[in-house]
């Protein structure tokens, strides 16, 4: 495995930090739009903050874990560091579909941890404003609410924006429920 993100990962995290450095360098302080990582799981996009953004990769060999919940697909090796990986499609229940070669990892940090999360395709980044984001299509799930900020029109779809911290701090997430 490389020392760095290569491909289509590295692209996204220069990306980002080519944004972040002009918001910087901005003589503005006040940046109204925040940036997502747009990603794929079946046929819906969905967005993740680039805050919690650590790398992009393809999916590497994932070792399996004995007795951990189904939505947990086992531990990656990150340049020596053992990271758990989700499937983020059994987490939310979503239909399994065949894997595809345009699959990667996005590591995400929240709390001091890493994680990988499983997606079907990456994206672009997108800028919103907070105002975009409506709760409107979540009203129906409202004990899913907490996995989601929300969703925003993007072209002729929705980005339904993820929640990290809700995710990791889900009751069930490393608990067995076998």
Excluded: C
Excluded at 44 to 50: A, F, H, M, P
């Amino acid at each position: 495995m490389p020392d760095f993100p290569t491909g289509p990962g590295k692209k996204i995290l220069d990306q980002v930090r080519r944004t972040q450095q002009d918001q910087l360098a901005s003589e503005t302080i006040d940046f109204p739009h925040q940036q997502y990582l747009s990603f794929l799981l079946n046929e819906d996009w969905y967005g993740l903050s680039v805050y919690h953004l650590v790398e992009v990769l393809p999916p590497p060999k994932i070792t399996r874990v004995p007795s951990v919940p189904d939505h947990i697909l086992g531990v990656i090796n990150l340049r020596g560091e053992v990271l758990s990986t989700i499937d983020l499609k059994k987490f939310f229940g979503l239909p399994q579909g065949e894997s595809t070669e345009d699959q990667a990892i996005i590591v995400v940090e929240h709390a001091g941890v890493r994680t990988g999360l499983l997606v079907d395709d990456i994206g672009d980044l997108v800028n919103l404003a907070p105002e975009d984001l409506s709760e409107e299509p979540l009203l129906a799930g409202t004990s899913q609410r907490v996995f989601f900020e929300g969703a925003a029109p993007w072209g002729e779809v929705f980005l339904t924006v993820i929640r990290p911290e809700g995710i990791f701090q889900a009751e069930g997430m490393y608990s067995y429920q076998g």
